[in-house]
């Protein structure tokens, strides 16, 4: 059975939930560690006034005994604090009242999953609706990913990420080894090593408030440590950058993914794009760039993975957007009570958490088995064979 993963939850119920199967036994969880995680991404220039009211932390109620999982699914939950303020309006039985008591939602907000969830649902609250799209929902999918990273950290594998730009403010190319790019970017509130550059884009995302608008970015994430032949190129859906793909864009508010130079790709001849072959005693088979980001068909190359992601500005904007009211049919302007004017360094984190994740999968794949111990055999013995190769 492969690595797998579901979540429940509403960002203004009680709670939300994940469950991942197909873990090996023996893997050591680090609590902190997984925690530190969530913090990471609760903070960053430009979150609203729901981040005051969460402090997120993950409690495991399933697969884990005494710091270590049993093979047995692993089910994580994150409480929402602010649910202390919904409980009658996202209460699980029917209350009494009307629409205000039920914060009924009949005005959808351009660029959310208000109105098409609501006409493909057949859902006349469009609550229901966005109660479930909210990125509230990337909480718990950066607790699954903190723990994929605590699983691949044991075979020297590890994963950063990093803000590129935000409302068209491009920070300079770091090019730090990654444990240096970690501790710079965690010290910044925008998750970029150039100070300048950190300076304006604050400033921007201030400017940004004061107006009512919103502001998107790029991200990147790098994971470094990789053995060569993860994913495949026989099938399509064994392509690990395919994979990694479709997990970037599925980030709420993510319109487009790049694999190292990516759309660049498009402008250069082949020569200054492919990465030409070396072999040293010492290093075995590796490159003289990482252009394509870690990936020739569809499998690691060996180099790290170089993953680029597109966030759209959020949706809920302070300053009106016409929109159409469903009860009426007559045009609105949408007004919102709050919401975050940039939450790109937020994303970042979540984009580390989602391509951790697929390389998790992709691991337990190629050197699958029950245990921690299996699993270690096994890719100690695959080491050996491409030593030898
Ligand atoms: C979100 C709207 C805001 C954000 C939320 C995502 O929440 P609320 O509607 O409660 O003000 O704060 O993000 C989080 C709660 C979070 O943990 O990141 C949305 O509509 O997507």
Not at 12 to 41: K, V
């Given at each position: 059975?492969?690595?797998r993963?579901?979540?429940?939850?509403?960002?203004?119920?009680?709670?939300?939930?994940?469950?991942?199967?197909g873990?090996?036994?023996?893997?050591?969880?680090?609590?902190?560690?997984?925690?530190?995680?969530?913090?990471?991404?609760?903070?960053?220039?430009?979150?609203?006034?729901?981040?005051?009211?969460?402090?997120?932390?993950?409690?495991?109620?399933?697969?884990?005994?005494?710091?270590?999982?049993?093979?047995?699914?692993?089910?994580?939950?994150?409480?929402?604090?602010?649910?202390?303020?919904?409980?009658?309006?996202?209460?699980?039985?029917?209350?009494?009242g009307?629409?205000?008591?039920k914060?009924?939602?009949?005005?959808?907000?351009?660029?959310?999953?208000?109105?098409?969830?609501?006409?493909?649902?057949?859902?006349?609250?469009?609550?229901?609706?966005?109660?479930?799209?909210?990125?509230?929902?990337?909480?718990?999918?950066?607790a699954?990913?903190?723990?994929?990273?605590?699983?691949?950290?044991?075979?020297?594998?590890?994963?950063?990420?990093?803000?590129?730009?935000?409302?068209?403010?491009?920070?300079?190319?770091?090019n730090?080894?990654?444990?240096?790019?970690?501790?710079?970017?965690?010290?910044?509130?925008?998750?970029?090593?150039?100070?300048?550059?950190?300076?304006?884009?604050?400033?921007?995302?201030?400017?940004?408030?004061?107006?009512?608008?919103?502001?998107?970015?790029?991200?990147?994430?790098?994971?470094?440590?990789?053995?060569?032949?993860?994913?495949?190129?026989?099938?399509?859906?064994?392509?690990?950058?395919?994979?990694?793909?479709?997990?970037?864009?599925?980030?709420?508010?993510?319109?487009?993914?790049?694999?190292?130079?990516?759309?660049?790709?498009?402008?250069?001849?082949?020569?200054?794009?492919?990465?030409?072959?070396?072999?040293?005693?010492?290093?075995?088979?590796?490159?003289?760039?990482?252009?394509?980001?870690?990936?020739?068909?569809?499998?690691?190359?060996?180099?790290p993975?170089?993953?680029?992601?597109?966030?759209k500005?959020?949706?809920?904007?302070?300053?009106?957007?016409?929109?159409?009211?469903?009860?009426?049919?007559?045009?609105?302007?949408?007004?919102?009570?709050?919401?975050?004017?940039?939450?790109?360094?937020?994303?970042?984190?979540?984009?580390?958490?989602?391509?951790?994740?697929?390389?998790?999968?992709?691991?337990?794949?190629?050197?699958?088995?029950?245990?921690?111990?299996?699993?270690?055999?096994?890719?100690e013995?695959?080491?050996?064979?491409?030593?030898?190769?």
């Amino acid at each position: 059975m492969s690595l797998r993963y579901l979540t429940a939850g509403e960002t203004h119920g009680p709670q939300l939930t994940a469950i991942i199967e197909g873990l090996p036994s023996n893997l050591t969880i680090d609590f902190e560690a997984l925690n530190f995680q969530l913090q990471r991404r609760q903070k960053g220039h430009g979150r609203g006034r729901r981040m005051q009211i969460e402090q997120d932390t993950a409690q495991i109620v399933g697969g884990v005994r005494h710091g270590r999982t049993t093979g047995a699914p692993v089910a994580v939950v994150v409480a929402n604090n602010d649910w202390k303020h919904w409980t009658s309006v996202m209460n699980v039985e029917p209350i009494e009242g009307g629409d205000e008591a039920k914060r009924r939602v009949h005005r959808p907000r351009p660029g959310h999953a208000d109105l098409n969830g609501g006409i493909k649902y057949e859902l006349h609250d469009l609550r229901n609706v966005l109660e479930r799209s909210s990125a509230r929902e990337t909480a718990i999918r950066v607790a699954v990913g903190a723990i994929a990273r605590q699983f691949l950290a044991n075979f020297g594998i590890r994963v950063a990420g990093h803000v590129v730009s935000i409302g068209g403010i491009v920070a300079p190319a770091p090019n730090l080894p990654i444990d240096e790019l970690i501790e710079r970017t965690e010290a910044s509130p925008v998750r970029v090593v150039d100070a300048e550059t950190e300076q304006r884009m604050i400033a921007l995302i201030d400017q940004t408030k004061t107006d009512g608008d919103s502001i998107g970015g790029v991200v990147e994430c790098i994971v470094t440590g990789l053995p060569i032949g993860l994913g495949s190129h026989v099938q399509w859906d064994r392509k690990l950058d395919g994979r990694i793909a479709q997990a970037v864009v599925s980030i709420n508010a993510f319109k487009g993914v790049e694999i190292g130079i990516g759309f660049e790709a498009a402008n250069q001849p082949g020569s200054k794009v492919h990465d030409e072959i070396l072999y040293t005693e010492e290093r075995g088979y590796h490159r003289a760039s990482n252009r394509l980001g870690g990936f020739e068909g569809g499998m690691t190359n060996g180099e790290p993975i170089v993953v680029r992601g597109v966030m759209k500005p959020i949706p809920t904007l302070y300053k009106p957007l016409q929109s159409v009211d469903i009860d009426t049919k007559e045009a609105f302007s949408a007004q919102v009570e709050r919401s975050d004017a940039c939450a790109v360094p937020a994303a970042s984190v979540v984009m580390e958490s989602v391509v951790v994740w697929e390389v998790a999968k992709a691991f337990l794949e190629k050197f699958g088995g029950d245990s921690m111990e299996e699993i270690k055999a096994n890719y100690e013995n695959y080491l050996k064979q491409v030593a030898a190769y």
